[in-house]
């Protein structure tokens, strides 16, 4: 194993060919997909069905910056604009985030990764699918039926007494997207736990495998907390009960603090599944080891640990005690310590690597940098005194929306480029793909920096109408939405036209050392004609420049 | 390190399900009992612990964890360390919020 | 820990060989893998519902500091009795159960449907008392927001003689005590009857032959879950019935 980056040469794209069986075309019909069990199949239904929903939310948020464009409230009523922006999160958040890396790119990649022929319960992979459907089906029906306007936090009183939206559907929808998030995360560990090929032991383990084995821990142990959330929510809507009502001595902080006992992780769930991606990026284009592997793996873990001891943050001015909030102010600041050993080892894998700029890589780029100002605001964030002067402003909201889309969608979209070429076994186009990075990157900036400033100022979020002086900031932001929607519907247009028009990628196009990319793409529904023994470390690259043949596999 | 499948498929007899079952039974005997006696504040700690005595026996041999692989016994054990985390970190807010109040 | 489980050095393969029974599923190895990961994801589940019920009796732990007295007189008015009935009778359903399994593993396809029914019978047993006091509840007034009144715990309890009445608004807080024993009682019963309707599938699946040719995972795995709703009865019934027994 060497710190040096070894110098691998890019296959010939001219030569390489479509494989004649594959998992794309072993059967044929709708039901051969809707009744599958194939986890690369569930991980295309999933992709199709999240990039749904991405647009459905990301319409919700051109609505909201349109509306935002001029100070006072014209282009809807207030009430309107309420339920744009609590549709906006609740889709965005639940529908998207949350299941975007693992049930696309992860239902995909764990089991070739850790060269298994499936995960360990294909038929609960393809449940989860349906439930997730379901959820957003309820989610949506609520919508059309009439919206929600409890923002995406369900907050209680108000989500309890104080509306007349419905509240209960969404509930209820929420609630069953978690059971697929759940069914998700308890697939994934056992099949981390009890799949793994010969020879893959923990450390030899990709990085992407241990940043989902952290996030399906969180899945199966703070969803359930949000279940139960909802569940007292809606029995309090519908029968009437008392947990969370004054009026009859419930406390309406406890609902906080059980909600916030799973979304505070759900940050977690969402930004360690790209964390994964990130590694297995900057490894393969840096042409190097990732950097103290070991430490990169358990800061994982820790992120993973430490989440679910913070979660009150996001409570400070709600009016929990003051001796508890300093308890879990310091303990915020411990999750910067994991996050930080990430950044800085993915710089000091760059360090000296033989760097190439392929489109994943400037997603990557993007992601380190804007997650970094995310993570650091986060800070801002986590200490008492500035909490209170920022939190509720648009502060808070461009800060997770930094580490939300700079970071997490930065790292979805680095993902599928990335591993485009397996899934389709065809390639992007590479310059329009380019451009599209850097549309995002500029545009993103443009939407979010603004709102720093605008928070710092002290425009408070969730509000349709706000002071003519923080105009200019708000046009520059819609602009930059304008710019950053742009940019995401270049990759929807170009993978689309990719799939019949693009290159041939062949098994290898990135000389990356993953097992997925030793075998065909796109892959047999088996992944491997026969279960691999693994007899080297994660990103072993002179590995990979010594194995003496790596063509394509053929078959039939 | 020794193999988590060195108890594979440990067959559990009706002897010991018999004595869990009877033990068991004795113990809810036991717990109602002890509740008709007045002992202030250990009334629920003692109710409790029997509560977790017996729990501990389901867990134990009804579930088989004790014949379970060392992961399996850290699953159970990761559970109760969240819902741990989860009373005692919500009992910080609760503990407190009124301190310096009365 | 397990890092050498299924992660074994080559020599442990060639048992694939050796054994292929139908019920084991193409992406599986070895039947032990099969049941080991079937076992292990049943109790990931497991844990779910730990952490679901958990949120519950956190709120539990809370309330009944916050409102003592309205703690007590409402678990005052539940009947220790039936609740020590139910849990000897739940009790006994997880023996059944245990040894519904014992007769899956040693291939005894009578014993098997017999200690199903067993369980099934207890089970309903265990919700048929559970609706009577639910149906005590109601008639009582007992049951915030549907049908709640305060009259009981203003005025002394006849079955305990001793307890002063509630003031008033004390008398309001025992709305949270029954929310709770409604959520949680109500929660143990919903996955009571999901189990039950699960033992019926079993039961139709048993007298057809299945468990009873060496895969038995379906039934450990339900076992597993009907003896985890019985730990929550176990915690459920001191919480709610005893503990505040004196005041």
Redesign the interface.
Known sequence: MSTASTIVKLPPQEGATLPKKSYLNSEYGLKSWLLTGDHKRIAILYLISITFMFFVGGAMAGLIRLELLTPQSDLMATDTYNKVFSMHGIVMVFLFLVPSVPATIGNFLIPIMIGAKDLAFPKINLLSWYLYLAGAAFTIAAMVLGGVDTGWTFTTPLSTHYLNTHVVTAGLGIFIAGFSSIFTGLNFIVTIHRMRAPGMTWFRLPLFIWSHYAASILMVLGTPVLAISLVLVILERTIGIGIFDPTKGGDPLLFQHLFWFYSHPAVYIMILPGMGVISEVISTFSRKRVFGYTAVAFSSVAIAVFGFFVWEHHMFIMGVSNYSALVFSLLTMLVAVPTAIKIFNWSATLYKGSITFETPMLYAFGFLGLVTIGGMTGVFLGSMGMDIHLTETYFIVAHFHFVMVGGMLMAYLSGIHFWWPKMTGRMYPEQVSKLAALTTFIGFILTFFPQFILGYLGMPRRYAAYPPEFQVLNVLSTAGATVLGIGYLLPMLYMTWSLKYGKIAGANPWQATGLEWQIQSPPLTENFLETPIVDHEAYDYEWLANKTQHEVQTVG | ?S???AN??H????KV??A??GT??LL??A??AI??V???VF??VV??A??VI??ML??L???HIRY?????K???A???F??L???S???????????GLW | MDSQAIATSPEHTPSVEHAHPPYLRHHFETVEQQREASSFGMWLFLLTEIMFFGGMFAAYLIYRNWYYPAFVAGSHQLSIVLGTINTAVLIGSSFTMAMAVYSAETRNRKALITYLLLTITLGLVFLGIKSDEYHEKWEKHHVPGLNFSVHDFVNVNPAYPDDKPLPLDMAEKTQVYFSLYFAMTGMHALHMIIGISILIILVIKAYGGSYTDGHVSTIENFGLYWHFVDIVWIFLFPLLYLISRHQ
């Open positions: 390190m193999e988590p499948t594979p498929h067959v559990v007899g009706p399900y018999l869990i079952g068991l039974l809810t005997g717990t109602t509740s008709f007045e002992l202030g009334n629920a109710a409790l029997i509560a017996k729990a389901v867990v041999f009804f579930m379970s692989s060392k992961l399996l850290l699953t159970v990761a559970g109760f969240t819902f985390v989860l009373i970190m919500v009992m910080t807010d609760y503990i407190s919020r009124a301190w």
